[in-house]
């Protein structure tokens, strides 16, 4: 012990591809930035500028994935992975990573208009928006089970305190309490699994896993499979797939509109990349063993989702339980396997789109206090709001799967996929499922289009929630994303083509 | 394998004296700790009296000398009491939660042995002819060990606070815990510029590296000391920042129905304390038992024990002085001082080794580094401080504007 | 040398002991203090075995996290907001079924883990790795050496994990601006526990005089 | 460097005790036992000390069992119970008298509540304190030890450390003013006479605040201010 | 001694912990079960690493543990804010009775 | 045989006959407030455009061709193998001269009363869908368009309907998206089975896939089931017919007219394109069903309608019989069968309209459809009655009219290749007589009520827009010819097709294919189908 000093030789630390990491850099540094200048600066900023900040943020994280996928595309470029095997350079990432700088930079723009509404101060709900999907972007490009886990956490723990932001409302917190315990509770189980997967292959680096289950044939799995196991529960809790949903319904309920926009959008989509990455992709040798448990999860989501959306009375709580419908879809991609993923991806982008939108109308709906939420609230506003109303309509009858719109490609999507694992019943139980859904969606198209007002429409249409311009560019933009997507689809397709995920070793 | 703790049992020295080997330690170390102890209250007794233009103990004994002794028959002897609304099961518990973490610590101090760079403090058993230290164990994670007790030391007064079922003993310790919460972060980073320099975590090899005056006191160039004092002096609840028990505030705080022995415990371990930190400062900064040796075998042999005695006295006799000159602190300047002061500080200088450290590997020039350095940190901390009056600023704002609840 | 496995196996099964007990306290306990007592006699024993296995530094960084800091700050809040003394803080009555489910579920973990585990581990078929063996007595350096190498995008990203960490604390202990706006937002029937969710004040705050036991 | 010359004051004062009078301020006065100066330091005037149940001229007893004391006690350690006098042989003049009178010295905070409550200046607090006990039953002062004696003197309890002169210091000297609190009273006197006092000079003004020791031992030499010894030493850190 | 020992304690603990979690109902207590379920996976971790003689189990745990931190400090904030809320609610009636 | 070729023509009208209704609908929908008038001019512009470029097209048409003309081929989504891909045939021609011609009709006919700007914004989204479905040749895009048609007719029926609109135009768009979800399942696993049986890459090219065949017999038995469903549901065959008379009850009138001329042969359509063309093996092993099915809905039908009491629903029904004259036809799988099907839904799209016009505007001027309380109107206004008669003699099947070419064509192939279905069939022209004469009878004969008093005659424009289906309703009756001429050559192509790919001509006669299926049971003519692949 005397000369340990002298013992340590210099560390090799693994050379760091700045360039590569620009995307969730961009996002982890506009957040700490932000936190600093607002720290910095005595008079309030303009609340706008939060917002406006929190955009530009991330379009420049969005811009710099571009050089980044024709470098990917470039045959000399391809995938990689970084900073010593923990970071994979994939198209998939750079897919995910602009899906959810799209997510972000919508949310933010609905949630200034939101802050402004409720008299709250916010810089910190941009901060952690952006660190959360930092953290989303982390998961997406992790090539480690600990770099997944913690990328998990970033992303979570700043939706769990964004979802109890509103200092006001006891119901925002609750379900930031709720959402935390279950959130913590599923972590938990995920990183059991992790701790299984180890154990039973020796590392957590997703590619020396690949590695060593493509070299290895292991006698007794029973370690193994349980941890995948654990794995997809975990995971299936964080992007709500029942029978792991139950936070759900209330977390999207209680939490701000914004920032359920957020999570639906965001949160859901980090999860999915975590779920593909690590199951799909990592295990693929395994799949017919995970493929019945992703089949169960995604038939409970599909019917779960769509049969107690029903019930619903709250809109918010109805397109809560529609994310979880949507959930048991993109499972559905999920469970194809490999083939399916450009289908998930393609779903999520699409999704992106619809859900933020919707819930920008929900946000916008909801008025002073975000508690207008009741169906009722809704009657007539074809008539006060006429525009919200055929936006709204627009997100619906997406969600809903009519074509020319995102979500019918999307569902066409994971069906295709189903279809190309021959997996019909799935792709039943997902249509049908669908239809069992327009009805509720359509439920909410009654309310805006076929009821009259609530009270004497003049006195309507004085009281109707204003548009702030944030949320009018967000919905703007949402709308757009929403038909583009669906009449014009061949690009995007064709990035969730290309954007394949791939495990590389640490040599590369 | 868990017993690789002390260069004489991972010899072949059999089980049985193995055993007693470690019992005898452990049992030595306790007295001379307990001795130290009483010692030490009569010590601070004394001297806060003489600072105060006092006398101080001077019945029991010569100059008093046994009022610890008094004191304690008298403790024993009380009548024990417990509030009715007190948790009896955890009433109990806490004094000895308050005890142990300060004697555990206790442990991973080097007493003595030479250490003069060739020998790491081994001294040779006399019987024996076998080699061991004069600690009671030398785990190789021996800092954190001690940054690990004096983190589980909140429990005592938090517990105790809280079992009282009373009102001042439950703020004292609520306010204890974010205090010694919050200082332990400066004292981590304290001790994190030590081991860079050091590159170990035992205390052993820490004093081992600072043989022939090369205390760490001036190798880290003095920041971190001075961090780690007031840190310490915080963490122990000492004045000036003993708040938990503010006498005029809170009626003794954490311990207000505590009476009896267990009163006499928390009183024990709260000195003891004071003794053991002592004891982590000199070991950290000022060398421990290193010193100069000379004379005959046996001055050889105690010299260091003696320097290390010497050094200790010398803490000792600044903590009573602080207590004799320095007046407490308000709550909010408590908090203030080690969030926007200390943990700053410390961190800042720990950078700042480190960078020169790197610079030293990579031969930058030392001059540009450390101008760089200075500049970088001064930086960083007008922008603290430029945060921190922003903070204020709003908060005043907020303030005439209304805005309560 | 069956000195040592004597007494890994003693210290395994005391510490065997206190984790579970300490566990079962955790869920047992109606004080949330004794519970917290408990979660800390299993976190002891947790470092314990950590010891057994020769991992002293995470044996160390477990005490100094987990009983230094997190449950400290468990006990602080429980402290802090007087909430020490009743159970339902949150959440309606739980219906009955699922108790039992809970327990079986719990089980089902258990002995399926265990089942898992037994048959796999007697022949661990992992693939080491070539290049960060265990070294009981550097395992400091070895463990920092790991975290700047292979783990050095984890041990980065950690940052960004408590900067949220901070600023979500920061965010959630502000004081809200504007008193309450929506006591009636939800129907009772809608939120789970809207309505059950009550604080008393603590019933023990001393307003009495203490009695003094003789 | 304000924070360092606070060190250097007391540094220096551990080596030496240079206060104005050139001594350590502690007052050795072990009874019997020959200390520096075996004798109490004088008590600041409104001490608050342990209470004296005071009686008339006549002998009779000043309290009549009203309980405006225990109601008023905030530690809650006085107990009183009234009882009709004997007509024959009254033990207070008028109807009622203090029946039963106990003091719990465990509890009482020694605020002087009670001295304020009084409307008949019963009781009235003494200036010692130091009083100890082994068992807690003695902690309970009744109204045998707290009733002044025939002389009009406090009873001096053998775990009470009277010293010559201390007795005399227990009437209800500490009001500032008048009992309503209206500076117009003073210089007036407002009370009756006392068993072996009789009726006492009234108080003096603030600035002449002054106990009759110390204008007796500083006379003539005018008011000598705050002279702040109210702490009596002690070395335990508790 | 064979490291599915340590195995089973761990699994034994998670259990427990899960079977809190479900049982609880004091947030508080739910919270301490998930560290209780941490602090399983952590064991489960440090034995691996053993029997694989390989410290990246060690250090996950190391990640783990900062994880729990953060946790539990923005779990605490939650429930801090929760119980604040009531509270200043209950205020509010007050300062409305005294009009 | 049926190969697409590219006509090198330089003008394709197909793309515009989709455009020009779309895009009228965007203009329509952003006319400023203040112009609102302006909407139903802009609606009729664009929708009498896209109609006179199907007649143009019918100009075009090259009628001795029995191929697809006009093909567009381009890619959609190239990824997915999903191409925009149109085309026309003698089959898909007339319904989309149908649509050109029905849709300006319906907007010139009807006023809806409020919120006209998005009425007629949906009108042509409607139209612009429809035109859609008859001329993709791409299965997606056939889906897409089929599906679109859903939301303007949603809310053509919940915000200009009547009664309980809601409700109905909910279980309108429910049941179709019942149907046509299991049909998206069913083109995606046509598409994947094409592949692997074909070895070819992804596509969803309809004439590909129709001419490889390559899919297993009893998959495409499955397949053919499902989309059967959609088509069975949007015809409505019996029992899926629930949901037609309530919505033609409840919709606007325009919304009717569009639903019985234009929306009801989306079903009868899809199934000759993509049951026949598709799977025409499977279509001929589960034609004993929907045989079964389609004279169980003429003579259902025509029972129920006569039982009815509101005049808009006897209209209703009467479509549920002639839709089964439609479906009896066509599985035939004869060419006369075919050829009348197809005149049939021509005619169907002529006379039901019609109906539905002349009902709606008795409502108009009555405010109740009750049958028993109109009576004696061809007092009151006696051209207005001379027209519904006309159109009503069509719906019966009055030889000189247009009804009876296609019903006897219809019989003709029934008679032919399955005698017993078409003897049934016929006793339900027997039944359309008693039900439409019937109903007649009670509301243009008898006594003049008081407040049937005051009806009021045709005026003028209600003439312009009846007298063109009224001359085609006469002109068809007459002179058949052009239109049998250009449906001819398709017909016999596609039976070929399906004679060619199902093994025989006949029913009863088992196939070497179908026989060896297990489970295949022979069909007897009992109209049980037992087993199926």
Known sequence: MVGLLAAVKPIATPEVVWSALAPQLVMMVGGVLLLTIVSLVKGRLGRGAYAGYTVVVALVSLASVVPLWRRLQDSKGGPASLVGGAVGFDGYSLFLIATMAVGVALAALLADGYLRREGLEGPELYVLMMLSAAGGGIMASANDLIVLFIGLEILS??????????????????????????????????????ALLYGATGSTNLAKIQAFLSDVVLVHNGMLLGGVALLLVGLGFKVAAAPFHTWTPDVYQGAPSPVTAFMASVVKAAGFAGLVRVVVVTFDTYRLQWKPAVFALAALSLLVGSLSAIVQTNVKRMLAYSSINHAGFILVGVQSGRVGTAAVLFYLAAYTFMVVGSFGVVTIVGGTGDGRHHLDDYKGLARTRPLIAAAFGVFLLAQAGVPFTAGFLAKLGVIQAAGQTHNWTLAVIAMASAVISAFFYLRIVVSMYFDDPAGDPEVEVEGSPLVPLGARIALVIAVIGTLGLGIVPGPFTHLADDAVPVITAAGR | MILALDPLLSGDVGWWPEVTIVVIKVVLAFVVLLLAVMAMVWFERKVHADMTNRIGPNLAGPFGIFQTLADGVKFFFKEDLMPNRADPLVFRLAPYLSLVPAFITFTVIPLGGRFDGKNAGEITLPGFQKVTLLQVADPHIGILLVLAMSSVAVYGILLAGWSSGSKYPLLGSVRATAQMISYEAAIGLAVLAVLLRTGSLSTNAIVDHQAGWNWNLWTTLFVPFVVFLIAITAEMNRPPFDLVEAEQELVGGFHTEYSSIRFALFFLSEFMNVVTMSAIIVTLFFGGPSGPSFGPAWLRAILPTAWFLGKLLVFLFLFVSFRATLPRLRYDQLMDLGWKLLIPLALGWFLLLVALRVAADSDWNPFATGAALIAGLAGGGLLLRKAVRTSHARRAAEAEAGVTL | MLAAVIVERVVWAVAAMIILGGALGVIGSENPVHSALSLVATLFGVALMFVLQEAYFLAAIQVIVYAGAIVVLFVFVIMLLGVDRFEVLWGRERALWRRPLAVLAAVAITVLACVGMLATTTELTGAPSATARLDADNDVMVIGRSLFTDYVWAFEITGVLLTVAVVGAVVLSRRPTVSAIDWDEFPVDEVDGEDEFTIDEPQDAGDEPTEVAS | MGYLGGFAVTIRKFFRHDTPSGRVVTKEYRAGQGGASDQKRPKPQRMHGRHVLNRYEDGMEKCIGCELCAAVCPARCIHVRGADNDPDDPTSPGERFGFVYEINYLRCIHCDLCVEACPTEAITESKLFEFSFTNRADAIYTKTELVVGDDGRPQQLPWEDWRPGDDEHTSAWMRATAPAGDDSFEGIVAWAGELGYGVRAPEGGQPLERTEAEAAAHAGQGHDGHDGHDSHGGGGHH | MSQSAYLVVAAALFGLGAAGVLLRKNPLVMFMCLELMLNAVNLTFVSFSRSLNDVGGQVSVFFVLVVAAAEVVVGLGIIVAIVRRRRGASADDMSLLKG | MLAAEAVGTAFNPLPWMIFVPAVGALCVALLPKARVDLAKLVAFVAAACSGALSIHLLNL?????????????????????????????????????????????????????????????????????????????????????????????????????????????????????????????????????????????????????ATDQSIGTAAARWIFLSMAL???????????????????????????????GVLLKLGTYGFVRFGLYLFPEAARFFAPLLLTLGVVGIVYGAIVAAMQKDLKRVVAYSSVAHLGFIILGIFALNVQGIEGAVLQMVNHGISTPALFLLVGWIYERRHTREIAELSGLQAAAPIFAGVFMVVMLSSIGLPGLNGFVGEFLTLLGAFKDARWWGVVAASGVILAALYLLWAYQRVFHGPLTEPNRGFREMSWSEGVAMAPLVALIVFLGVYPKPVLERIEPAAKALVAHVVEHSGAMRPDIPAPAAASEEGAVGTDGSGVVGGGG
Request: net charge neutral; aromatic share 16%; hydrophobic share 55%.
């Open chain 1, 157 to 194: 723990i700043s939706a769990y305190v964004m979802a109890a932001m509103h200092a006001n409302r006891v119901s925002s917190q609750e379900a930031g309490l709720k959402y935390f315990i279950l959130g913590a509770f599923a972590s938990a189980f995920l990183l059991y699994g992790i």
């Open chain 6, 230 to 260: 959609a088509f069975a549901v949007k015809t409505p065959l019996f029992p899926l017919h629930t949901w037609l008379p309530d919505a033609h009850t409840e919709a606007p009138t325009a919304g009717s007219v569009i639903l019985a």
């Open chain 6, 61 to 209: 048409f090259d009628r001795g061709d029995g191929g697809f003309q006009y093909v567009v081929n381009n890619l959609w989504i190239p990824s997915w193998g999903i191409g925009w891909r149109l085309g026309v045939d003698g089959i898909s021609l007339f319904l989309l001269v149908l649509s050109g011609v029905l849709f300006p009709i319906a907007i010139a006919a009807v006023n809806p009363g409020h919120d006209d700007k998005s009425y007629y914004a949906w009108l042509l989204v409607l139209m612009a869908g429809c035109m859609g479905v008859f001329v993709a040749l791409d299965l997606v895009l056939f889906f897409a368009f089929f599906e679109i048609v859903l939301v303007p007719m949603y809310f053509l029926i919940g915000m200009w309907g009547h009664g309980d609109r809601i409700h109905v135009a909910t279980k309108f768009f429910l049941y179709t998206m019942f149907g046509s979800a299991f049909m998206l399942v069913g083109i995606v696993a046509t598409a994947f089975l094409h592949r692997q049986g074909s070895g070819g890459p992804l596509t969803f090219n309809l004439v590909t896939i």
